[in-house]
């Protein structure tokens, strides 16, 4: 009798506990992905001074970015491939995370997310940060910008424009209306920078997805449109800059770290641009067409004019980019190390902007690794010291439960992953969700299938439970409360092997972001583990039930007990 009641109690602790591990994990899933969704950049208030210009190169620069284009497509492209042909081909890498307004931003400011501060596409009103689009006004050069509404939101001083036309995304072609409305522009009022957002080869990604050749009989008519663009506007004296934000999976999403998803086509070509083949960062191209359209690089740029892309480089044009990115890097490594203690000023006395860079890099290394010092007794150290001893108490007093609930939890995460990775082919990375409105039902189906995993761990801990005993007696009488309690034991277990994952991430990153964004790979992780913790709450309410049914209808009990009659 004292063992039953025992174990009842035990057993209720075990369901109180799954349960309040699932609640805790989701108030945690939310706080988290508030905090990536509201992410405030500590470094718009860093003090940099306006920045200067050189003279022009190009008489015009044409920036044009097509929404959405993989690298491989791009080359299929008759336009592109023309340009390429006396320009610059440029493969840029983009940052993470790899999603239109963040990414827009980079383009156009010539920093990342971490700087820019706009991570996602649910940013509302303007993105905060100073752009070419205000840089050209600033020295008041002709200025053309066309392209959906969105633009004009994120970057008001659009709509300030000399010229400006903008249309909401409607799910019909656009890119050859934009393309009329930039010619008439263009013609109107004669603009040195034209700012131009093509976006129907986004819409065909998420449609058809990036292997599809209905994505590339998009690409095909966004083509044909460009090259009307090219063939209106090329004199001699107009150079263009066509870039992608970003590229599709092959299933069509984007916003993770998959090659064909940040690996994208950057093209320049026209006046004082020479032929080569490069690499660089999608934050190089604000410095660049700033050096090429003789106007300011937008303030907080930390990327680098392309120098060897320019066969006429200013060289007070690169100078002052130069030094703008020089003002940028050293005072971003002030605003990061400025909470440390007794940590130098990383920046202080750099010479050029690759020391100031190398020097923020530095302080960027020093900060975080100060707090990953900070975070050793933190919430996620006790978390997992808690999840240790239970697991080593639970072994001391039941090791044959301990073993097989053990086993359930490698079951569990065979089936969670089976479905995951194999069935559903996703990867830990954004471009999981096809677009924003399909991340509901994916994570409503991820509860799913964590909460059925669930289930297969039980059933496996309970027909495993009977092979560790010689004589394994069935769930009646005085053990009836034991095999009640497998089944929240293993559920338990299972979610204490996802809280040391949970723990690792939140030493190595913290729970929200404060001055830089985490590794958004792993951070992805941490958010599903915390969704699979939370499903493991509906599998806790059933696990009783389960444990006992395996035990009474398992083959060696039903055998023993027959042998006992």
Do not use: C
């Not at 008001?156 to 019909?172: L, T």
Request: net charge negative; charged share 20%; hydrophobic share 50%.
């Amino acid at each position: 009798m004292g063992r039953s009641l025992v174990l009842g109690f035990a057993l209720v602790i075990m369901l109180v506990a799954a349960l309040v591990l699932s609640f805790g994990a989701y108030r945690m899933a939310s706080d988290a992905w508030d905090g990536v969704v509201g992410y405030t950049s500590p470094y718009r208030a860093a003090a940099l001074p306006t920045a200067t210009a050189g003279p022009a190169i190009a008489s015009r620069v044409v920036l044009v970015i097509v929404d959405g284009l993989r690298l491989d497509a791009s080359r299929r492209m008759s336009s592109l491939e023309a340009l390429r042909d006396y320009g610059a081909e440029v493969t840029l890498v983009a940052p993470q995370p790899s999603l239109s307004y963040p990414n827009w931003t980079t383009i156009l400011s010539g920093t990342t997310p971490d700087f820019h501060g706009v991570v996602t596409n649910w940013h509302e009103g303007p993105a905060g940060v100073e752009t070419l689009i205000d840089t050209a006004q600033l020295v008041g050069a002709g200025l053309v910008v066309v392209g959906p509404s969105d633009i004009a939101t994120l970057y008001p001083a659009a709509a300030r424009a000399d010229g400006s036309y903008f249309e909401e995304w409607s799910g019909e072609y656009l890119s050859g209306r934009y393309v009329d409305q930039t010619l008439r522009l263009v013609a109107d009022r004669r603009p040195s920078v034209v700012v131009l957002h093509l976006p129907d080869v986004d819409e065909a990604g998420h449609d058809y997805g990036g292997a599809d050749p209905r994505y590339m009989d998009v690409v095909a008519k966004v083509d044909a449109d460009l090259r009307r663009l090219v063939e209106a506007l090329q004199d001699g004296k107009t150079a263009f800059v066509i870039v992608a934000d970003h590229g599709h999976i092959d299933t069509g999403g984007h916003g993770g770290w998959e090659s064909d998803v940040i690996r994208v086509p950057g093209v320049i070509a026209g006046a004082g641009v020479r032929v080569l083949q490069t690499e660089a960062r999608l934050e190089d191209i604000a410095p660049t067409v700033a050096v090429l359209a003789g106007i300011p690089s937008p303030r907080m740029a930390t990327g680098r004019a392309l120098a060897s892309a320019l066969s006429t480089p200013s060289a007070g044009g690169l100078v002052d980019a130069d030094a703008q990115r020089r003002e940028a890097a050293s005072a971003f490594a002030d605003v990061t190390l400025k909470d440390t203690d007794g940590q130098p000023k990383a920046a202080d006395g750099a010479r050029t902007a690759a020391a100031a860079a190398a020097a923020l890099r530095q302080a960027r290394d020093e900060r975080l690794a100060a707090d990953r010092r900070g975070r050793r007794l933190g919430v996620g150290t006790w978390l997992a010291l808690g999840a240790a001893v239970f697991m080593l108490v639970v072994a001391l007093v039941s090791w044959r439960a301990f073993v097989a609930a053990l086993g359930g939890s490698l079951a569990y995460y065979a089936a969670y992953n089976a479905l995951f990775f194999g069935w559903h082919r996703n990867l830990w990375s954004l471009s999981s969700f096809n677009s924003e409105d399909h991340i509901d039902a994916w994570m409503n189906t991820r509860l799913a299938e964590a909460a059925l995993a669930g289930l297969i761990a039980v059933i496996v801990a309970g027909a495993l439970y009977p092979l560790l005993r010689h004589r394994p007696k069935g769930p009646s009488g005085r053990y009836l409360s034991g095999w009640l309690a497998l089944g929240p034991l293993t559920v338990l277990i299972v979610q204490l092997t996802l809280v040391f994952q949970i723990a690792w991430f939140l030493w190595a990153w913290g729970l929200t972001p404060v001055w830089r964004l985490p590794d958004l790979m792993w951070g992805f992780k941490f958010d599903l583990d915390l969704v699979q913790v939370t499903a493991l709450g509906a599998s806790v309410v059933i696990a009783p039930l389960l444990s006992y049914l395996t035990g009474r209808y398992h083959p060696k009990v039903r055998r023993q007990t027959a042998e006992e009659a």
